[in-house]
């Protein structure tokens, strides 16, 4: 068995995007070793390094000292690396037993499948699991039929079948309850006894400090610590994945202040839940731009996507005192709701259509039938000029457009719709920083205007330069609010990774 | 979580619409298990049968297959005019053995063009469909021609163990199918249709897995060719265009999914019988011809929509 892996100065890029500039990791037998960081800081591209899944542009890693290359996940588990991934490499509709062999199937004499081996190998790993499983769970299960939980050890189990020596689990815990959590990291114990090597990447400071021998902190692509868990504490840990320095001045609407904002709730949200929310509540005023905070995936996306109809909720929504239940994004968008969703490409532009047709979908209406195209060409051409839109003209396809561009036909057309309730998630995300710049200034003159923003952005800094109230949200729950003074980084970052309770200070 | 037979055998749906039209051709045909009867009745289903079991292969590893129906047409033409109705047995074997490789080249066509360039599977074999069919009319120009009457009656009038040909040929099938699916390239095959991406992050072939099934599935065609030109003894190009259409209905009336990795070769198989006994019900109900498309397509759109609706209630009550 291999004594140790080390990355250095690992360089990635995505397109213009650098996701790793000077990514550092030693990985030895018998230790686990914690990966963190915030979001977006390069800690997944750390992991898909050593698991194959990118190619490096710079840098290198070493095994025992001497340089290889991965070229492949095949490349990587050749080498006994494996990957418990994120988002699941499991096959939906095949069975627990046919996910976990699949490729190595043990063999009988005549060339087929040994049911029994199979039968045999997988209820012995699934053994490792016993009594934490809340449905019925065989080796005969279709992995389609089972819950998130429950498919995440399976990929657990997949990942460990061949008896690697070293494993990365990303994430894994994320989807887990607090037994089964308990179970892997007896396991990850015993596996570390054996020799192995485990790289534990999570946000979750409270398992980071149960677990790790060693940490190591990535900021913005760069590793900027590493040591002994032993040596440093959940503050100094937080301290070392923020930023110091402010990249971006805010505008901050100066008009908008406490008297000025209308006391009357507009939007009152009671005990919303479905299967990425358990019982979310709050009020927005009139005129406020709520931010919506907290790491990547923790129910954010469900909230707006509920609020605007798109997907079933139990619970209440009002709407200046009157109750709405939008069962389609229709009746969200008679009653004055607009979404701009997170994946423009996918959910927010039909990409290959003209930029014309994307900012007017939403109105067609309006121009009668049959339509009236040059009026309706006036008014995208206004929407145009009012949002500074860089184009060579309307008739050209969306996909001709820069992100920050795309990302402003999708405001812009829900802003010619007049909407009342402005439904925001990620919307600067790959977007240059000029257009941010205008971005920022365009949300202040709407919530002047009286619009009801809520804003869900992966960027802190943002979150904290725009709005006035910051909802953090942690495991389909809102963990914390903050505001005025309380509304710091520190603060939102430690409460987005769970530690500390109602907006309490760290 | 509970899920019902239905839903867990897609076969079982197939199997029980299969039993449903034997008992109302049955009772309009009284005579249907009577040896000869049967025999008539399963020479027919034979081609289509064939057929199904490749586009049945296809669907599963997440593509389709329109072109098979022009395969048929060329291993048809090439026959007919080949072997012609005074030629001899060898000549016929002869050109049965290129028949094959006919279909091996032009599955390899279909695969190569959709595992290896990544072209969309509809599209690429919508439009190698009518380069087959048009190469078959290239050597077939006008029905006509056909295989020796005695090779016919080979197929037609056999009955081994007073067992129609039929049975013979399907059971050889299932234990090639069942012996496969039970290999790792069977696995490979489900995890190709199921999820692509994730069955190539485990290391699954999945080009090579893709350009299997076109092969596989040309290779059926071929058959499918061989056995309806001895089953009609004579030849025209046209005559496998009409069968791609019944071969997918007959997949999806077979419990497949469309989008590939769910049900099997089985399910199929009953697909293509029942819709064939569907047909011969037609028939016998003496309904005016002008009605019989109609009617046809009615029952098989509304055995299609059948799981889709007991799903729309199941869900309705959540």
Redesign the interface.
């Known amino acids: 068995m291999p004594e140790s892996l080390s990355a250095r100065n690992i360089v990635k890029h995505y397109g213009g995007v650098v996701a790793l500039s000077d990514g550092n990791l030693d990985v030895r037998a018998h230790e686990v070793v914690a990966l963190v960081g915030a979001n977006g800081s390069g800690k997944s591209t750390m992991s898909k390094v050593i698991n194959g899944?990118v190619v490096l542009d710079g840098g290198q890693l070493l095994l025992d000292d001497a340089p290889i290359q991965l070229s492949s996940?095949?490349a990587a588990?050749k080498l006994g690396i494996s990957t418990v991934?994120q988002e699941?490499?499991?096959?939906?509709?095949?069975t627990v037993s046919?996910n976990i062999w699949?490729?190595r199937?043990p063999?009988n004499r005549?060339?087929?499948?040994d049911?029994k081996a199979v039968q045999a190998r997988t209820e012995e790993l699934l053994g490792l699991f016993e009594g934490t499983f809340k449905?019925n769970l065989a080796y005969d299960s279709?992995v389609a039929?089972l819950p998130p939980d429950e498919k995440q050890i399976i990929e657990i189990l997949?990942a460990i079948s061949f008896d690697p020596w070293m494993i990365i689990l990303d994430e894994a815990t994320a989807s887990l309850d607090s037994r089964q959590v308990q179970r892997l990291f007896e396991l990850v114990q015993s596996w570390k006894e054996q020799g192995k090597s485990i790289v534990f990447v999570s946000h979750r400071m409270e398992e980071i400090f149960r677990i790790a021998d060693r940490f190591s902190v990535l900021r913005n692509g760069r590793t900027v610590g590493d040591g002994n868990i032993k040596d440093i504490d959940e503050k100094q840990l937080v301290k070392l994945m923020i930023e110091k320095e402010s990249v971006l001045g805010f505008l901050r609407g100066e008009a908008r202040t406490e008297e000025k904002i209308d006391k009357e709730a507009t939007l009152e949200v009671e005990n919303l839940s479905n299967d990425g929310l358990k019982g979310v509540s709050f009020k927005v005023h009139r005129g406020e731009l709520l931010g919506i905070g907290g790491l990547r995936g923790q129910g954010q996306r469900h909230l707006l996507h509920s609020l605007f109809g798109d997907i079933p909720y139990l619970g209440t929504v009002k709407l200046s005192g009157k109750e709405l239940h939008f069962k389609h994004p229709r009746d969200a968008m008679r009653n004055g709701f607009a979404l701009v969703p997170g994946d423009r490409a996918k959910e927010g532009l039909l990409y290959i259509r003209s930029i014309l047709d994307n900012l007017l979908i939403p109105s067609w209406k309006r121009y009668g039938f049959p339509l009236k195209i040059r009026k309706a060409r006036m008014d995208a051409t206004k929407t145009g000029e009012n949002l500074n839109l860089k184009m060579a003209g309307l008739d050209e396809p969306v996909s001709s457009l820069s992100g920050g561009n795309a990302q402003k036909v999708v405001i812009g057309k829900w802003l010619s719709r007049e909407p009342q309730v402005l439904l925001l998630d990620d919307p600067t995300k790959g977007v240059d920083v000029g257009t941010k710049a205008e971005f920022y200034a365009l949300l202040n003159r709407l919530s002047e205007a009286g619009k009801t923003i809520i804003f869900y952005s992966s960027d802190d800094e943002e979150l904290i330069g725009l709005c006035d109230r910051v909802l953090v949200m942690y495991d389909g729950m809102i963990r914390t609010e903050l505001s005025g003074d309380s509304l710091t980084e520190q603060n939102l970052i430690a409460a987005s990774l769970g530690i500390a309770e109602q907006g309490g200070a760290v | 979580?509970k899920?019902s037979l239905v839903t867990?055998q897609p076969a079982f749906f197939a199997l029980i619409l299969l039993v449903i039209s034997l008992a109302i051709n049955l009772i309009l045909q009284p005579n249907m298990f009577a040896g000869e009867t049967l025999n008539s009745n399963m020479r027919v289903f034979l081609p289509i049968i064939l057929l199904t079991v490749g586009q049945a292969i296809v669907i599963l590893g997440g593509g389709i297959d329109i072109s098979v129906g022009g395969t048929v047409s060329i291993v048809n033409a090439v026959l007919a005019t080949r072997v012609g109705l005074q030629g001899s047995t060898e000549e016929m074997w002869k050109f049965v053995l290129l028949s094959l490789l006919i279909g091996l080249i032009a599955g390899s066509i279909n695969g190569f063009f959709i595992a290896f360039l990544r072209l969309q599977p509809i599209i690429t074999t919508y439009a190698t469909s009518f380069l087959y069919v048009g190469l078959a009319l290239f050597i077939l120009p006008n029905p006509g021609g056909g295989i020796p009457g005695t090779l016919a009656g080979l197929y037609r009038n056999s009955m081994p163990l007073r067992f129609p040909l039929a049975f013979y040929v399907i059971a050889v099938i299932l234990l090639i199918w069942w012996?496969a699916s039970?290999?790792?390239i069977?696995?490979?095959l489900?995890?190709v249709?199921?999820?692509a991406d994730?069955?190539y992050?485990?290391?699954?072939p999945v080009t090579w897995v893709q350009f299997g099934t076109y092969v596989a599935s040309g290779l059926m065609a071929a058959l499918a060719g061989v056995a309806i030109t001895m089953l009609s003894g004579s030849g025209n190009a046209e005559i496998g265009v009409s069968m791609t259409l019944t071969s997918i209905t007959a997949v999806v009336v077979g419990g497949n999914a469309l989008s590939g990795?769910?049900g099997g070769v089985v399910g199929p198989v009953f697909g293509a019988i029942t819709l064939g006994i569907i047909q011969n019900i037609i028939s016998f109900a003496n309904i005016n011809t002008w009605w019989e498309t109609f009617v046809k397509a009615t029952i098989i759109v509304a055995a299609l929509a059948a799981p889709g609706v007991v799903n729309l209630f199941r869900r309705r009550k959540l």
């Not at chain 2, 992050?201 to 699954?204: A, D, I, M, N």
């Open positions: 899944v996940p095949q588990k991934f699941l490499s499991l096959i939906p509709q095949m046919e699949l490729t199937e063999l005549y060339g087929t499948v049911r449905t279709p039929s997949k | 979580m899920r867990r012996y039970s290999t790792r069977g696995k490979f489900y995890a249709g199921g999820k994730a069955a992050e485990t290391g699954v990795g769910v």
